[in-house]
């Protein structure tokens, strides 16, 4: 989408179109409350051979922390409400690692009454190749709405945040949802 017919459309987020769910529920505009998103915490999958038993290195938690912050960031400025995760946190704890689970998080984000939940997986190859993974999915139905990947080099804070924000702009908002359900 071009930069101008993203600021036509009055989604204005960091330059970039977002019209994900807000236009496909009519809250835009509206009195209505904000569409419900449960962010989950970003989990770390090490298949480097560096992984240690007590999880990831203190500097890979931050980073996890890190960027899992930064996507709730990104969703609350674009105008949805982030949900708060606690009263879920240790049934979260016993669920994770959410990638073996078989969607046992859905039930968490319909009992939080999230419209919306993103799950997020770090995979570490060697310590310099990772990819960084989403998916989104409505909380009602289980249906994937969106996921994305990306590759990153070097496993600094500064590589986890470029490759969060480049989800964010080109899987996560980029380009908008038609509809509640929209492939």
């Not at 938690?61 to 996507?71: G, P, Q, S, Y």
């Not at 289980?142 to 990306?150: D, N, T």
Request: net charge positive; glycine share 10%; with cysteine.
């Amino acid at each position: 989408m071009r930069r101008g017919a993203r600021a036509a459309g009055g989604f204005a987020f960091g330059g970039l179109a977002l019209g994900l769910w807000l236009v496909a529920m009519g809250v835009a505009g509206s009195a209505q409350a904000a569409t419900r998103v449960a962010v989950f915490p970003f989990e770390l999958f090490d298949t480097s051979g560096e992984a240690s038993l007590g999880g990831p290195k203190p500097e890979e938690a931050h980073r996890l922390a890190l960027i899992t912050d930064e996507l709730r960031r990104r969703i609350s400025a674009a105008g949805y409400q982030v949900v708060d995760l606690s009263p879920e946190e240790a049934k979260i704890a016993d669920a994770s690692p959410f990638r073996n689970c078989n969607s046992c998080e859905l039930p968490i984000a319909r009992r939080l009454g999230a419209d919306i939940e993103v799950i997020g997986l770090v995979q570490k190859v060697s310590n310099l190749i990772l990819n960084i993974n989403f998916q989104l999915r409505d909380v009602a139905t289980g249906k994937v709405l969106r996921a994305g990947s990306v590759d990153i080099r070097n496993n600094t804070d500064e590589s986890w945040m470029r490759g969060v924000s480049y989800l964010a702009r080109n899987r996560l908002f980029d380009p908008p949802l038609t509809g509640k359900a929209a492939p």
